[in-house]
């Protein structure tokens, strides 16, 4: 354990300090770690610096490597608890580690798309709050898109419902700018960006917007959201429902070449 300093550091603090310590221990530099545990190791780093508290899964991969039993997974619960972490929080720190991510958004810009002119509108609709409140949502959510662009980028499905672009915020600059984002995206290698046009009509996802992860361990989890909350669905039988109503979907949608034309059209028609 971390010799002398329990007293003194937070559950998520002694957790950072014996990840380290493990890791130097074992004598492994991080990219060497990261060959061994098949994470990132920009993320590994975030672990080690308690930026990111991340998930049990890779906190087991990491027991398992060091041969710490379960010393490390305990240490993770009690920061969990300490934390009262939030589901979205929980979301969060999966997202961080996802290889892959499919996504329908039925009314809004996906946040891993989202510019920040467009993260601002949309967080001043939730109601007042203080200017530098807002300042620091907004950077938490711009700095979630550097998975995108990371040394090992984030492979990204998105299902735009139509709605998503009849409806801009009230700044035609912001708009424009957003627009020109999804365009920019939908041209990236690990970015795929689909169109569900009205003409689908009803559908299994119609109101809930819907997020599936695959994380390094093989597992898959969904995040569900509702204008106010958000739940984590990592039973298996129920992400599978949700992956096959996705799938379903993802085969009505416009292709990607459609889909950049229909972004196009909006854009020049704006």
Do not use: C
Not at 65 to 84: H, I, V
Not at 216 to 225: F, K
């Amino acid at each position: 354990m971390i010799d002398g300093a329990e007293d003194e550091l937070s559950p998520r603090a002694m957790l950072a300090a014996e990840l380290t310590r493990q890791r130097e221990r074992a004598g492994w530099t991080l990219a060497e770690l990261a060959d061994r545990s098949k994470y990132d190791p920009s993320y590994l780093q975030r672990l080690e610096k308690g930026v990111r508290l991340g998930s049990l899964d890779a906190i087991d991969a990491l027991d398992r490597l060091y041969g710490t039993g379960d010393l490390l997974s305990k240490l993770w619960r009690a920061a969990k608890r300490e934390a009262g972490q939030s589901r979205f929080q929980g979301f969060v720190d999966l997202e961080a580690e996802a290889t892959s991510i499919q996504e329908f958004a039925v009314s809004t810009v996906p946040g891993l798309l989202q510019t920040p002119g467009y993260a601002e509108a949309l967080l001043r609709t939730r109601g007042p709050k203080s200017e530098e409140l807002l300042t620091q949502q907004v950077t938490a959510r711009i700095a979630r898109q550097d998975r995108l662009i990371d040394a090992k980028p984030l492979n990204y499905r998105g299902l735009l419902d139509e709605s998503v672009l009849r409806r801009p915020p009230r700044d035609a600059g912001v708009w424009t700018e957003q627009l020109e984002r999804l365009l920019s995206a939908a041209e990236q290698p690990n970015i795929v960006l689909q169109v569900v046009p009205f003409s689908v009509g009803l559908h299994n996802l119609l109101t809930s917007p819907l997020q599936l992860l695959w994380l390094p361990s093989g597992r898959t989890v969904a995040y569900v959201e509702s204008s106010w909350t958000g739940h984590l669905v990592e039973e298996t039988e129920e992400v599978d429902h949700l992956r096959l109503s996705y799938d379903r979907l993802r085969d009505s949608a416009l292709s990607p070449t459609e889909s950049l034309d229909i972004l196009r059209s909006a854009l020049e028609d704006h």
